[in-house]
């Protein structure tokens, strides 16, 4: 499985820096998400049913320090790449990193099965991928055309429907592909529920940041991704630093303490940063907002993967990568919405004032709206007008920004307290008993 991922990826890479239109792109990271789903749940399968437990967690902080170092080498290597070298580039960077991997796993890892046959959940793969997909199709759409829009109102409701009918598929089908029964162990239903509200933090601190470095500093891409390395590099440092202190204390302190840092810069961002604040104010946060996403995500995934033990370690890292996925859809899709719509309500009436037609104002809404101005929407106006549509749009940009950011650092606030609560303080290994319908912790 990990193979066959990490075959359909890189060939998808490639297919992607060839594509000549918009459409072709789009099949093609379609299909390469296709290759990741069968490639990510296969490297912490495989480091699970490789080292033992108490070794575990030193694995998963390694992992997740090389997971840190893309995050330090995609914005700025990636950003200098598209204005050099062009976008197509940062795709054509995955073929030999995946023609590599292919030798060097097929020569070093070991196979390795589940003692128990499963079969594969068509029905529940088809209601998921349904109920998400209506989910996030609504709110992405809902600020352009409205929550009472009759589409938006109908994706809304039929996600919720398809997710309840997910639900109790999962409970009454023999071979649920996301058995519900692992929801019952404390540290399983937690860390999954940390993972979705990180990634929420998480992409909210790269995408929102990224367009604020960009759309309202003036940053290129490159010198946008150069001040993220204070908080790129602290995940590097911090992950494997991580995961020997999970293997000896546990999982619940790190995770908790990580929480606690991650939001409350998130909250400090929301409420402090300006259109012209210092970076030399910007990059202390960032450093303490790596350490604590770092400190976070090496005892959370060991928390989870000992949970079910290394007869379903496929299961937990699926599930893992799961929760971290459609928690970075949400977080963009929710967090996204409320950006948009509140720039829109404070651009609409910050543009009068400055002269404009109401065909005028009304282009600059919408573009606005959408998150960017788009330059033909400034043609015509007087230089006057110009500095002063972009005055507004940037006041109007930073009060939607504030908001997003006090949600996702408060999201992260949450879940602390959840882990605090439920995630234990020695590690646990789940082993699947004869005779028992879910795993039985063994404390380690």
Known sequence: MFLTGLTIFTL?????????????LIVFRAIQGIGAALLLPGTLSIITVTFPPHERAKAIGLWAGFS?????????????????????????????????????ATRTVKESVSEEERQLDIPGLALGTAALFS???GLIEANQKGWG???????????????????YWELHSPHAMMPLRFFRIAAFSTGNLVAFAVSVGMFATFFFLSLYMQLIRGYTPFQAGIRFLPLTLMIIVTAPLAGKYASRHGSRAPMTYGLLLSGAGLIFFGTQLKVDTSFLLIAPVFIIMGHGMAAVMTPMTAAVMNSVGPQRAG???????????????????????ILTTKLKSSLTPALAGLGLTGAQQNAIAVAGGHGTLDPSVLRGLSPAQVGGVMHAYSQSFME?????????????????????????????????????????????
């Open 12 to 24: 998808a890479s490639l297919g992607c820096g060839v594509s000549g239109s918009t459409g072709t």
């Open 68 to 104: 840190g170092l893309a995050l330090a080498l995609g914005p700025t290597v990636g950003g200098a790449m598209v204005e050099h070298l062009g976008w197509q580039s940062i795709f054509f960077l995955n073929v030999p990193i995946g023609l590599i991997a292919f030798l060097v």
């Open 135 to 137: 989910l996030t199709y």
């Open 149 to 167: 829009d009759p589409l938006i109102v109908s994706t809304l409701v039929g996600g919720a429907v398809l997710i309840a009918a997910f639900l």
């Open 315 to 337: 299961l937990g890292s699926a599930m893992t990568n799961t929760s971290r996925e459609v928690g970075g859809v949400f977080g963009i899709a929710l967090l996204g919405t």
């Open 400 to 444: 939607g920004f504030h908001v997003a950011l006090l949600v996702g650092g408060l999201v992260l606030l949450l879940a602390a307290v959840f882990a605090n609560r439920y995630i234990p303080g020695r590690d646990t290994v789940h082993v699947m008993a004869p005779g028992e319908a879910a795993p039985v912790p063994v404390e380690v």
